[in-house]
């Protein structure tokens, strides 16, 4: 099954085809009118790698704060639980970043939007910075992650509609940087030391600002989601096709935040369940780099992957890749071995599942925003819930109890792809 059916061929008298079909453009006529839209590039070459480099940033920025609490705790005499808000705080912005600049997109130019992110998270890190107490430090994380939430959204919003037939393997390319950063950003506060994080966020600032001057790169009127042939324009009535949507985004939104519950308990409790299972401390702590390594590798691996099959398919088999994956970890031997593949199935979906979304609800704007938005709140009540629930279950059973989440995320990905079959034409 792909993405791409053959071409078929041109009616006598038909327009010659753009023979610039491929390029970094947005469709030509994506509402079905006939109505065509820009054809010029929604990113430069120049602004697709920044793009990358934002995301890189963004994936440093939020794996800071963990590592810098011992500095935090010396700095403002704090207890472990009160030095964590920093991170939530920083979650917390990026949630409402979200939500605030899908209002504005599409209001607001692309490069503007953009710029206002990136400002803001250099302002939030500086003020994280130099606070000179706890309260202001937390508002500079909020303001950070509000920066972040813009960026977050931003620039995978703009790639998944942006490439055409690529934007699912632009956006794996694209969130595999994240995963760089978050695998740099702890090694630069271990280089410096906890007690300087202050130097690390400081220098985090400066380096948002050159990215300002790629903006000039990315095409400031957001192109449009691609829609299905023959599917009906909205029209504010509640029919069977609105009912038909509602499940279908409120299934994607389970999807999102079960999968990114499983991928934050895996990085909280592998080390401890692998631990409990009778590993060294040091195998716990390097098999859990690794998952974080293999998930930035899998998301490079299924760029090109991407381009030959659908993104059903593709997220249908990590979805069974990693239940089966996570079932493994339950044999204490095999535990180091079955999480690293956890981390390469699961790396796929999220940036996977944003175009399927996109094509599956063309007339639902806010869609890509509610799923982001969806996937952070996963992040953040995952290790909560899961500590909650192995409280009675134990340690040993940490890898069954995310199996059984997974296999809800396989159902899922099975009744959206029903779901969102096309109809064949009568």
């Given at each position: ?7 078929q061929?041109?009616?006598?008298g038909?327009p010659t ?9 947005g469709?030509t ?5 006939g109505?065509g ?15 990358c480099?934002?995301?890189?940033l ?13 500095g935090?705790?010396?700095e403002?005499?704090l ?10 705080a920083?979650?917390v912005?990026?949630?409402a ?11 607001t ?5 953009l710029?206002a ?6 302002v939030?890190?500086?003020g994280?910075?130099v606070?000179?107490?706890w309260?202001?430090a ?24 942006g ?14 940087h ?8 702890p090694v630069?506060?271990?280089v ?6 202050p130097?690390?966020?400081l220098?985090f600032?400066l380096?948002?600002l ?13 192109p449009?989601?691609p ?12 029919t ?11 299934v ?9 519950g ?10 401890t ?10 195998v716990?702590a390097?098999a ?9 590798v899998g998301?490079f ?13 593709i ?19 095999l535990a180091?071995?079955a ?7 699961i790396?796929?979906?999220?940036p996977?599942g944003?175009?399927?979304l ?6 639902a704007?806010r869609a ?11 992040g ?6 899961l500590?909650?629930?192995i409280?009675?279950?134990g340690?040993r ?6 199996a059984?989440?997974?296999a809800?995320c396989?159902?899922a990905?099975?009744w959206?792809?029903?779901a969102?079959?096309?109809?064949p034409?009568r």
């Open positions: 099954m792909t993405d791409h059916p053959t071409a061929r041109a009616p006598a038909s085809p753009d023979p610039t079909a491929g390029a970094i453009h469709p006529d994506v509402t079905g009118t109505v839209t820009s054809t010029a590039p929604v990113f430069t070459p120049s602004a697709v790698v920044a793009s480099v934002g995301f890189m963004i994936g440093a920025l939020q794996a800071f704060y963990g590592p810098a609490i011992p935090l705790r010396e403002f005499g207890s472990p639980s009160v030095a964590g808000l920093g991170l939530s920083h979650f912005g990026g949630v970043g979200v939500l605030l600049f899908d209002r504005l997109y599409g209001r130019g692309n490069r503007r939007i710029a992110s990136y400002l803001l998270m250099a939030g890190s500086a994280f910075a606070a000179p107490n309260p202001l937390l508002t500079a994380a909020l303001l950070a992650g509000f920066g972040f939430g813009g960026i977050d959204y931003g620039l995978n919003q703009l790639f998944a509609v490439f055409g037939h690529r934007s699912t393997a632009m956006l794996n390319v694209l969130n595999a994240f995963g760089i950063g978050a695998i740099l950003g630069l506060i271990a410096v030391g906890a007690e300087h994080y130097v690390v966020f220098v600032a380096a948002n050159p990215l300002l001057f790629c903006l000039r790169g990315v095409r400031d009127s957001p449009r989601s829609q299905p042939p023959g599917s009906p324009a909205p029209t504010g009535a509640s069977p096709a609105d009912r038909a949507l509602r499940s279908v985004l409120a994607f939104v389970a999807l999102y935040v079960l999968h990114v499983i991928e934050a308990g895996v990085g909280g409790w592998e080390p369940h692998l631990e409990t299972v009778g590993h060294g401390a040091g716990a390097t859990t780099s690794v998952y974080w390594l293999m998930m930035t998301r691996l299924v760029a090109p992957i991407a381009l030959r099959f659908s993104a059903q398919t997220i249908t088999v990590s979805c069974a890749g990693m239940t089966g994956c996570l079932l493994l970890a339950a044999v204490p031997d180091p071995f999480y690293a593949g956890v981390g390469l199935f790396a796929p979906i999220f996977t944003l175009p399927w996109h094509r599956a609800a063309p007339h704007r890509g925003a509610v799923v982001i938005a969806a996937s952070m709140m996963g953040v009540a995952a290790g909560p819930a500590g909650k629930v409280e009675w279950s340690v059973a940490v890898p069954l109890l995310l059984a989440v997974s809800v396989l159902a990905t099975l959206l792809t029903r969102t079959r096309p109809k034409a």
